[in-house]
């Protein structure tokens, strides 16, 4: 089964994770935020691994660090955000080092980054053909009519009806969920070993949505890239990802190398919490429960779990202690001092 047959049943998911070498490696990565008077982590000592062709999840409610952790590995941080601890290794070699040099020499071939919103990536006084075929030129060194031709063929890799005549559009011609496709063709112009994607399907339609990630899915299959995927839904990890990382107020809560196994065993009470908040996942008929109270703004993170005061397994020693991430079976990591399943969680063999 390809990842392009999955269905977007959880049951449909795979149940080992595919064994390529690391190409993302994420270690104890830290990203503080200048809020005038003070600095706040809004990442703290985040890890997690990408292995080539593999599709990772990156799940959490809004301001837990989803996208500043994707714009840490891009190299494309606001001004006043800054990585402040840990490294982040592309194909072994650290993307921080060097000033952002190689990052930056990469990005757009190595590593590309869709955002959530096309309107504002895509330039509105180019045609979107030259826009796909702007990357090409530039880094594979492409003549003006081969990327031309090669635009319009990744127009229609990405599913853009009729390319040749579409590619003379300007991107305000274009539905929001063809702008999408043209912002994805221009992101895997140049055949990245990795996809960033910043919740790419929050301002579509559902059908639309599930149009592209279906695409993303083909991309994978037809480029073998690996996807780093960033979303509040856990319904499109169901439907995209092989591995999952849960963050919380900018920390790892969970890691899974087994999909399947932490939707049915969820060992960090937030990542139960957020399954049981998910419609879709396991049919109609669930019920769901929001999770009761907000997640911490950034100026206002507690100590010790940042999930405690919302954790119906609290203790004292959660509101004091620094719960470190640590394993609690094979491919599974959980930052917890009283995990729902303790070592009963089962994964595959
Ligand atoms: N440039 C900035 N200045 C001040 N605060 C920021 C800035 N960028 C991010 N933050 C804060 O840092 C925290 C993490 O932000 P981030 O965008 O990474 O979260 P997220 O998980 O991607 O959330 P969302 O799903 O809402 O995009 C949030 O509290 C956010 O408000």
Same mark, same amino acid.
């Given at each position: 089964?390809?990842?392009?047959?999955? %269905?977007?049943?959880?049951?449909?998911?795979?149940?080992?994770?595919?064994?390529?070498?690391?190409?993302?490696?994420?270690?104890?990565?830290?990203?503080?935020?200048?809020?005038?008077?003070?600095?706040?982590?809004?990442?703290?000592?985040?890890?997690?691994?990408?292995?080539?062709?593999?599709?990772?999840?990156?799940?959490?409610?809004? %301001?837990?660090?989803?996208?500043?952790?994707?714009?840490?590995?891009?190299?494309?941080?606001?001004?006043?955000?800054?990585?402040?601890?840990?490294? /982040?290794?592309?194909?072994?070699?650290?993307?921080?080092?060097?000033? *952002?040099?190689?990052?930056?020499?990469?990005?757009?071939? %190595?590593?590309?980054?869709?955002?959530?919103?096309?309107?504002?990536?895509?330039?509105?006084?180019?045609?979107?053909?030259?826009?796909?075929?702007? *990357?090409?030129?530039?880094?594979?060194?492409?003549?003006?009519?081969?990327?031309?031709?090669?635009?319009?063929?990744?127009?229609?890799?990405?599913?853009?009806?009729?390319?040749?005549?579409?590619?003379?559009?300007?991107?305000?011609?274009?539905?929001?969920?063809?702008?999408?496709?043209?912002? /994805?063709?221009?992101?895997?112009?140049?055949?990245?070993?990795?996809?960033?994607?910043?919740?790419?399907?929050?301002?579509?339609?559902?059908?639309?949505?599930?149009?592209?990630?279906?695409?993303?899915?083909?991309?994978?299959?037809?480029?073998?890239?690996?996807?780093?995927?960033?979303?509040?839904?856990?319904?499109?990890?169901?439907?995209?990802?092989?591995?999952?990382?849960?963050?919380?107020?900018?920390?790892?809560?969970?890691?899974?190398?087994?999909?399947?196994?932490?939707?049915?065993?969820?060992?960090?009470?937030?990542?139960?919490?957020? !399954?049981?908040?998910?419609?879709?996942?396991?049919?109609?008929?669930?019920?769901?429960?929001?999770?009761?109270?907000?997640?911490?703004?950034?100026?206002?993170?507690?100590?010790?779990?940042?999930?405690?005061?919302?954790?119906?397994?609290?203790?004292?020693?959660?509101?004091?202690?620094?719960?470190?991430?640590?394993?609690?079976?094979?491919?599974?990591?959980?930052?917890?001092?009283?995990? !729902?399943?303790?070592?009963?969680?089962?994964?595959?063999?």
């Amino acid at each position: 089964m390809t990842a392009h047959d999955r %269905g977007p049943q959880l049951v449909d998911g795979p149940l080992a994770a595919p064994v390529g070498d690391p190409l993302l490696e994420v270690i104890d990565l830290s990203v503080a935020v200048d809020l005038g008077d003070r600095r706040e982590l809004a990442v703290d000592r985040v890890s997690f691994t990408v292995a080539a062709g593999e599709a990772r999840g990156l799940v959490g409610e809004s %301001g837990s660090g989803k996208s500043l952790t994707l714009r840490a590995i891009m190299g494309l941080l606001p001004t006043n955000v800054t990585v402040t601890g840990g490294q /982040i290794l592309f194909q072994g070699r650290d993307l921080l080092a060097d000033g *952002g040099r190689w990052q930056q020499q990469i990005r757009g071939t %190595g590593i590309t980054m869709i955002f959530q919103e096309p309107a504002v990536a895509l330039n509105p006084v180019l045609r979107v053909g030259d826009q796909v075929a702007d *990357g090409l030129r530039e880094h594979r060194g492409l003549s003006r009519r081969a990327a031309r031709e090669q635009a319009v063929r990744l127009l229609e890799l990405v599913g853009v009806p009729d390319p040749g005549r579409r590619a003379n559009a300007y991107p305000h011609e274009l539905s929001g969920g063809l702008r999408q496709r043209v912002m /994805i063709a221009a992101g895997v112009s140049c055949e990245p070993e990795l996809i960033l994607c910043d919740e790419p399907t929050t301002a579509l339609d559902v059908t639309i949505q599930d149009q592209i990630l279906r695409l993303f899915a083909h991309l994978r299959d037809e480029l073998g890239a690996a996807l780093l995927y960033v979303t509040h839904d856990l319904a499109v990890v169901a439907q995209l990802c092989d591995t999952i990382s849960v963050l919380y107020a900018g920390r790892v809560m969970e890691d899974g190398q087994h999909l399947q196994s932490v939707f049915e065993h969820p060992a960090h009470p937030y990542t139960g919490a957020l !399954l049981a908040a998910t419609p879709q996942i396991d049919g109609p008929v669930r019920r769901l429960e929001a999770i009761p109270g907000a997640a911490p703004a950034l100026a206002d993170r507690p100590a010790g779990c940042p999930f405690h005061d919302r954790c119906p397994r609290a203790t004292e020693e959660c509101r004091q202690t620094d719960v470190p991430v640590e394993p609690i079976a094979a491919g599974r990591l959980v930052a917890c001092l009283h995990p !729902l399943l303790g070592s009963e969680v089962e994964v595959p063999s």
